[in-house]
Structure formats: structure tokens, C-alpha cells
């Protein structure tokens, strides 16, 4: 028996010229010279400033331009890479025609200037993931996802064609520059049920707690499918609140509970991640708390600030959903498994000063945090985030700690001012076409909220909740998905 072991090698593409490939691969290059039409157009918008519209229907401003140039960019990866990943699929070209839809679909959403095309975008988005989510037709598993799915987008839709609904039957206005035009001026019902209603959407589609089970049952769903899901379909609720700034920012305790719910799920989500234990699991909970962080900054009155947040994050779960499978090892879990291991005095200290210093980065390019308002949470939320990397770093990296101290910061901190510097650039192409930035004066009840967020969230990052037997069995409650979605048979695999 031969000592080496065998090189690994990933099949040829599938033969264009085929019949059964055909349509993928000509869609596959569709969607790519979409990304290179997105990027040209971006690129007249960035240098003239010049903005196109089919007056009351769609207009291609600022934001559309950036979330076009995005959204086909990572359709494009999930083409490219479902070419190889769904070869031999009995439902190839159908799964081809889904995603090149979704695609398209989310390109007329980003671009609607009609609530009532918005809403229609919205809910056809929704039909077609929940499609993709019970793609594997021969598994009752995947049937029940694709069910369960399929009724939060459609409350999440509901909610949607309510909010435009009222505020078309009420003002009159079926255009989101209708729709700023009136927004201060709507009666105090009116405005808490459009409110209202937008805020749930977003949640719903974006998964936040409580509304994560969707998410969480998902898993059913194709890896392509997945990476779309959590690059993209999540996503759309930081686009929701963006089109209806106007509304969401009549009212600054509004914008505080955007905040609070934001908070509240992004530090349940970063624990139930924790309870997790299969990949794509943890990348769920990841997402739940990723979009949390989105919410809270959109609440802070940050508009460009989600946006990106969500295009960054698309790109990392895009990967991460890509390229897991190939960390996948068998392994048997232990005492500590998967656990940041404790840092030394002088690590906690390096781990620190490099997160003060990234909020200090931060706030230098951007000028958020300068100010006594709301940008100085916005700068939190850096030095929050740049504290938890910077420690999962040195925690893991597998070099001497001299090293691993001072190269933390040589990583992080031009990271973090790519951050800024893409956040100051989309800030300057949103401007003119929708809010990009409405920082709202700081109050007792922001300081409280920010204070709690940040006591709990460094509570979980010590490890402090671990000592909790209820809590955990709490957590792994809230964290299971619906069993009906679960295939506990893992011979029924080979079936489809």
C-alpha cells in the first residue's frame, strides 16, 4: 500500500456545447456583463454625477449604481461557481434560470422609484429564494424549508405593500421622492403604522431575532443558493430603510428603538453562534448578527454607513459560504472546542490599544465620533468590532507573541481604513439621491443603551456567560431549527 497520498483534483467545467449547459453558461456570462455595465455606469455616475430615470418608475441614482455594481458582482461568483458545483443536477438549467432571475429582480428593486414596483421587487425576490431553499424537490426536509421560508417572505412582504399601501391611500404618494416630499407632514397614526411596518419587514428579511428561524432552517438550500442568501437576499433590509428614510427619521425615539432592536439581536445572535456546531450553522447566527449591526447603524442615522456594512459583508459570507466546505474535518469535540483562547496581560493590552487606535482611524477618515451625536456610537461600533478580531487574531495565531502583537496592528488598522475610506466614498455617491447620513443628538437613553450593549457583548467575548447551564440550554433552544427542515438520515443524501 503506497504511502502518498493521492493529489486532489476538481473536475473540468462541463461541456459548453452541450445541450443540458448551454443556457448556464451563456446566463453565466449575461450576468457578468451586467457587473461590467454596472461598474461603467458607476463609473459616469462617480466622475459627472449624471443620474438617469423613467420618471415614476425607476431611477438609477447613487445607490442604485453601487448596489448594481455589487449585486451582480457576487451573482457573477455564484454563476461561475454553480457551473461546476450543480454539474450532473437533473435540474440544472432550472436552477440557472432562479439565480439569474433573483439577480435581475434585485437589480429592479435597488433602481424602483415606485413603492408599488418596490413592493412587487420585494415579494418576487422572496418567491424565488424560498424556490431556491427547497431546490432538492425529492427531500420532505427541503419541502418544509422552502414552506417555512416562503411564509416569513410573504409577511415580509405583506408588510411592505402595507407600508406603501397607506401611505399612497393617505398622501397620495406611490414615489419614494413623493414619499420624502410628505413624510414630515404625516399624521402621527399613519406614520407609526408605515413605521412600524417597514421596521418588521426589515427584521424579517434581514433575520433578526426573533425572526431568525427562517434563517436557521434554511440550510436545505444548494451552497450557491446559500452564498446568495446570505450575501444578498439579507441584505435588502438595509435597502428597505434606506428608500423610506424619510420616514424612519421623522422621529428620533424611532430611530433609538432601530437601535435598541438592533442591539438586542446582535448580542443574542454573537451568542447563539456559540452553541452551534456545524459550519453553516454558525455562518446563520453570524449573519443574524451581522445584519443586527447593520439595523443599529441605519438607526444611529448612518445611512451610508449600512450600505457599507452590507456590501463588505456580502463579500465575506460570499467566501465563506464558497470555500467551507473545504475546512470541513471530521472532529471530535472537546473541553474548550471551538472556544478564542485566553489572552495574556500583555495581549489584552495590545488587543485594546489596537481597537482604540482603529476607532481613532475610523473617525480621522470619516469624521464620525468628532462630534458629540450619534457619530460617536457609529465609532463605537469600530472599536467594538476591531476588539473582537484583533483578539480572535493573537487568541489563534500560531507565532511567537511578539510577533503576533505588533502585527495585529500592522493588519487591522489599514483594514480599518479601507473601511472608512469606502464608507466616505459611498457616502459621497448616495449624496443627492437619498439620505446618506442623518446623525441624531445624543441622550441619556443612547449613553444607557451603549453602555449595556457594551458590558454584555465584552461579558461574552471573556467567556462569563459559560457559567450558565440555563442560558446554554436556552441558547441551544432558540438556535435549533424547525425539525421538520432537519435530515437526520444521512444515508437519505445519496438518494438525490
Known amino acids: 500500500m503506497s504511502d502518498t497520498h493521492p493529489t486532489r483534483t476538481v473536475g473540468a467545467l462541463p461541456d459548453a456545447a452541450s445541450e443540458s449547459t448551454r443556457a448556464p453558461v451563456w ?14 455606469v458607476l463609473g459616469v455616475h462617480a466622475l459627472t454625477g449624471a ?16 448596489m448594481w455594481a455589487a449585486v451582480t458582482f457576487f451573482s457573477g461568483i455564484v454563476h461561475s461557481y454553480s457551473r461546476r458545483y450543480m454539474a450532473g443536477s437533473e435540474r440544472l438549467r432550472s436552477f440557472f434560470a432562479r439565480i439569474s432571475a433573483f439577480t435581475l429582480v434585485v437589480m429592479v428593486l435597488v433602481a424602483a422609484a415606485n413603492t408599488a414596483l418596490f413592493a412587487l421587487a420585494w415579494l418576487a425576490m422572496g418567491l424565488l429564494m424560498a424556490d431556491l431553499v427547497g431546490y432538492a424537490r425529492g427531500w420532505p426536509q427541503a419541502r418544509a424549508a422552502a414552506s417555512l421560508s416562503r411564509r416569513y417572505f410573504l409577511a415580509s412582504s405583506a408588510l411592505v405593500g402595507v407600508a406603501a399601501a397607506t401611505l399612497w391611500t393617505t398622501t397620495g404618494a406611490s414615489t419614494f421622492s413623493g414619499v420624502a416630499a410628505v413624510a414630515d407632514s404625516l399624521p402621527t397614526t399613519v406614520w407609526l403604522v408605515v413605521a412600524g411596518s417597514l421596521l418588521l419587514a426589515a427584521m424579517i428579511q434581514s433575520a433578526l431575532v426573533p425572526f431568525h428561524g427562517w434563517l436557521l432552517s434554511s440550510m436545505t438550500a444548494p451552497t ?16 428597505l430603510l434606506v428608500r423610506f428614510a424619510p420616514v424612519v427619521t421623522v422621529e428620533a425615539r424611532f430611530m433609538l428603538l432601530i437601535v435598541a432592536v438592533g442591539a438586542a439581536s446582535a448580542l443574542v445572535g454573537k451568542l447563539l453562534r456559540t452553541v452551534q456546531t456545524d ?3 454558525r455562518l446563520g447566527c453570524s449573519t443574524t448578527g451581522q445584519m443586527s449591526f447593520m439595523l443599529m447603524q441605519a438607526g444611529l442615522g448612518f445611512f451610508a454607513a449600512a450600505i457599507t456594512h452590507l456590501i463588505l459583508h456580502g463579500f465575506y459570507k460570499a ?9 470541513v474535518s471530521r472532529t471530535t469535540p472537546g473541553r474548550g472546542h471551538g472556544e478564542t483562547p485566553s489572552l495574556t496581560a500583555v495581549g489584552a493590552l495590545a488587543t485594546g490599544v489596537t481597537a482604540v487606535a482603529g476607532g481613532a482611524v475610523f473617525a480621522r477618515l470619516t469624521g464620525e465620533g468628532l ?3 450619534s457619530g460617536l456610537l457609529l465609532a463605537g461600533l469600530v472599536v467594538l468590532t476591531t476588539l473582537h478580531a484583533a483578539r480572535q487574531a493573537i487568541g489563534h495565531a500560531g507565532v511567537s507573541p511578539a510577533v503576533r502583537y505588533g502585527a495585529v496592528a500592522l493588519v487591522f488598522l489599514p483594514a480599518i481604513a479601507v473601511y472608512g475610506l469606502v464608507y466616505a466614498a459611498i457616502g459621497d455617491l448616495m449624496a443627492g439621491s437619498v439620505i446618506a447620513a442623518a446623525p441624531t443628538d445624543l441622550t441619556a437613553v443612547h449613553a444607557a443603551v451603549a453602555l449595556a450593549f457594551a458590558a454584555i457583548y465584552l461579558a461574552i467575548e471573556t467567556g ?33
Open 464 to 496: 462569563v456567560y459559560r457559567r450558565s447551564t440555563r442560558l446554554y440550554v436556552a441558547l441551544r433552544t432558540v438556535a435549533r431549527p424547525d425539525g421538520r427542515t432537519v435530515l437526520t438520515n444521512t444515508e437519505a443524501y445519496d438518494e438525490y
Open 279 to 281: 459550519v453553516k450553522g
Open 51 to 66: 443620474t438617469w430615470a423613467v420618471p415614476g418608475v425607476v431611477a438609477v441614482d447613487g445607490l442604485t449604481v453601487v
Open 27 to 40: 446566463l453565466t456570462r449575461l450576468v457578468w456583463l451586467l457587473w461590467a455595465a454596472s461598474l461603467g
Open 224 to 239: 450557491p443558493a446559500s452564498a446568495l442568501m446570505h450575501a444578498g437576499f439579507v441584505n435588502a433590509g438595509g435597502i
Open 319 to 327: 467566501y465563506e459560504f464558497l470555500s467551507n466546505g473545504s475546512d
Open 371 to 373: 462630534h458629540a451625536d
